[in-house]
């Protein structure tokens, strides 16, 4: 990493004193500004223009940070933009020849009417997102885009920002980034909620819009015989996340996210709460897993006491029940039936606290067991659900069934299976008159 002057490191110290950033956070902070810096040096973006901000949270995506560690980035570069322009502070005028403590920080002076603060925008957009009780996924996604758009239009102010900006971005991205058309509709989805309930007003009708193309997709499945050569392969508790994503249809968010009270073992179901659009659902619990069921819910009851007896805070929990109920977070039942292996220490407060598997941690085992099986197919953990509604219908479930299983709200999404298993109809045209009677 680069070294930086002793002024511009006493800059940053006096920003992190203004944002009042306690003495255990700061190490953090440091980091992820010298980290922004280096960035900006290496890939050709001004350090002062707060668009510069979007394109580094997208590097320490493409580099696996979690989305907790993009959060704590983001806080910390937008306190160094903040006397800067780039966070809604404002800059003295410097006499010629003058250098100021933070002029490492602030070259690449933004254009007239650019490098406006969205500061408040974003804390607005966390808020209405919270408060329509959807998923961290769904804030990290919508805040991603809005930084992306930040980025395209130069930080301009979003007072000004109008059809025009967003149409020449989803034009963008179908013509130069060549994204699917599916992110292009994410993205669409994602500023239509910054417009409607951030900034306050419609964009209204977006004509000309240069549409990605919709690609024909046809997902990946396994046979028995694969899946069963794939879970060999897998240790624990990767092989039982595999075996409930394969042998309940789970998405793998959905899966990392179970909690203790979500099994019922003598009625063989397992319940999943707040599945994408926030529905609950069951599905039958496969009875051969039972087994490693038991054995999991032993080892996670022998590390849940451990913690206790350490006097931590418990697991991480919706705000809105925490608020309710704030002895559940030790409570058993709460706990996470794949808890990560190390604790959390939430900055704030300097607790405690336990989260549950990563799912990158998931996704590398079952890549490496994949290879390592000699299957000849890209297998993902999603590639088990795709497996389960494929299976199903092979064995004679109908779509509607499987659409419920699944938790598809439309029974479009559930027919594309239709195109991963072998027609059993029979094709040849013939009179109802000369079939044999039944």
């Known amino acids: 990493m680069k070294e930086i002057s002793r002024e511009l490191a006493g800059y940053i110290e006096r920003r992190l004193d203004a944002g009042g950033v306690s003495a255990r956070e700061r190490p953090a902070y440091r980091k992820w500004i010298r980290y922004y810096l280096d960035f900006c040096e290496k890939y050709g973006h001004p350090p002062r223009l707060a668009g510069s901000l979007g394109p580094f949270l997208e590097k320490l995506a493409a580099k696996k940070q979690t989305g907790r560690q993009r959060e704590e980035a983001a806080r910390a570069v ?14 003295r005028e410097e006499e010629p020849g003058e250098r100021g403590p933070a002029e490492d920080a602030r070259a690449g002076e933004p254009a007239p009417g650019r490098g406006a603060s969205w500061e408040r925008e974003y804390r607005e957009l966390e808020g209405m997102i919270r408060m329509r009780n959807y998923s961290g996924r769904t804030l990290d996604t919508y805040r991603m885009w809005a930084r992306k758009f930040q980025g395209f239009v130069k930080s301009k102010a979003p007072g000004d920002l109008g059809p025009g900006d967003v149409k020449a971005f989803l034009t963008d991205l179908a013509v130069r980034e060549g994204v699917a058309a599916s992110t292009q509709n994410q993205a669409f989805n994602a500023l239509l909620f910054f417009f409607r309930h951030v900034l ?16 024909p997709y046809v997902p990946v499945v396994l046979s028995r015989k694969e899946v069963e050569a794939v879970l060999g392969f897998l240790d624990p508790p990767f092989r039982l996340a595999a075996e409930l994503l394969y042998g309940c249809g789970l998405r793998l968010s959905e899966c990392l996210e179970l909690r203790m009270h979500c ?6 179901l397992l319940t999943v709460h707040d599945g994408k659009g926030q529905k609950d659902r069951t599905v039958p619990l496969p009875e051969r897993s039972l087994p490693a069921i038991e054995s999991q819910m032993a080892a996670v009851r022998a590390r849940h ?15 809105r029940f925490e608020k309710k109920s704030p002895g559940a977070a030790t409570e058993f039942i709460w706990q996470w039936f794949f808890p990560a292996t190390k604790l959390t220490t939430v900055p704030k407060t300097g607790e405690k606290r336990r989260y549950h598997l990563h799912d990158s941690q998931v996704q590398a085992a079952v890549k490496r067991a994949a290879a390592e099986a000699g299957l000849l197919k890209r297998v993902t953990p999603h590639t088990f659900r795709h497996t389960f509604a494929s299976h199903l219908l092979l064995a004679g479930y109908d779509l509607p069934t499987i659409q419920k299983l699944l938790g598809h709200a439309s029974i479009k999404t559930t027919m594309i299976y239709l195109q991963t298993v072998p027609s059993l109809t029979i094709k040849e045209a013939k009179s109802p008159l000369d079939l044999e009677a039944g």
């Open 263 to 268: 099994f019922n073992l003598d009625a063989l």
């Open 305 to 319: 006491e451990g913690d206790l007896a350490a006097g931590y805070s418990g697991v991480f929990l919706p705000r």
């Open 200 to 215: 306050g007003r419609e964009f209204g009708q977006l004509d000309g819009v240069v549409r990605a193309k919709r690609r």
């Open 78 to 91: 937008e306190l160094l933009l903040a006397e800067c322009g780039g966070a809604g502070g404002r800059v």
